[in-house]
């Protein structure tokens, strides 16, 4: 990557400009928080990322060429805007930093001064980070109770196991599994459901579930979207490469930020066109979901490209299989070390909500973050 002057572009894309804001991406940089934001962004040198508590100074422009590798090339905001105004792009321009640095709705009254905690419940015998370990409703009601003394902000509670290699489970078997520990929580805290069935959504949400978190972005089941939208209540939209079962199988990408972003649009507007507006969705690029290691490292790097869809962003890292092959590998439950450093990546890229396993692990990382940071 070089770093752009308005005086030096000669790349031909850079030269003729873009049509429209999805044919390229804004990787935001140079992220300051605290009172340093603040006098940032007063004084003209850096804008709010997604309305605040981060704000960015500098930004990555990210495209497709049209054959080969994606190219980039990094800009100061007065650089950019210089940039825009010579190749006509400023309408473009304008139309990304607006979804870039806008507010995000407070979703269930959910304020993001600090990123939410979503702690993780999995009432499966065959989850590849508890292994059964909360597989009756007693059990998973204790570990739920057990989340919220620690401090979550919502519980995220599933019947299908999703790890890699998985066999789908049928929406009966999800109900039987899911909605006692539902009906147990739900007067407690916000619950979500983690499923791709639309019949296992409609159930969990009459039985006081309020948010619908779906690893394949409402594109496994045909009736899914439908019932998102009767709902009417918050969906989270989770890439995956393919189903469980096949989604590991030889990853594969042009690119992938720009394919998980582009993804991730393309789902924006189905929910769109079925009456879900985008100020009550959150987006998860789905890390461990059809990715190797190099692009689990790349999409973490560059995570906040994910600002410019114009949605609260959730980052699920937690005890994913990459933490051990980078260092010692073993069990799922010894990667808490790997766990919060990923979630502290997702924070210093200016994520809404961690999907985590281990909960007041995590949130003493966002307390002591959040301390230094000023919040």
Known sequence: MTDGSPSDLKNPALARGFSSPDT???????????????????????????????????????WRPETGPADEIGFGLNDLRVWADRTDSAP?????????????PDILNFDHSRPKIVGVLNVTPDSFSDGGQFESADAAINHGISMIDD????IDIGGESTRPGADPVSPETQCRRVLPVIDALAGRIPISVDTRS??????????????VNDVSALSADPEALKAAADLACPVILMHSLRAPKTMQVAPSYRDVRLDIADYLDGRLAACEAHGISRDRIVVDPGIGFGQNDAHIALLLRDLAVLHGLGCAVMLGASRKSF?????????????????????????????QFLRVHDVAQTRQAVAVWSHVEGR
């Open 24 to 62: 390229m991406r804004l990787v935001p940089e140079g992220l300051v928080g605290g009172p340093a934001a603040r006098t940032a962004v007063n004084d003209g040198t850096a804008l709010w990322l997604a309305g605040g508590p981060l704000a960015f100074t500098r930004v990555r422009l990210l």
């Open 92 to 104: 473009m321009l304008d139309a990304a930093l607006a979804r870039l640095t806008g507010p995000r």
């Open 151 to 154: 401090g979550a902000d919502m």
């Open 198 to 211: 639309a019949q296992v959504m409609r159930r969990a949400v009459a039985t006081g579930a309020s948010v």
């Open 323 to 351: 933490i051990g092959r980078i260092d010692r590998d073993g069990p799922a439950v010894a990667r808490l070390g790997g766990s919060v450093a990923a979630a502290s990546l997702g924070l210093a890229r200016g994520v």
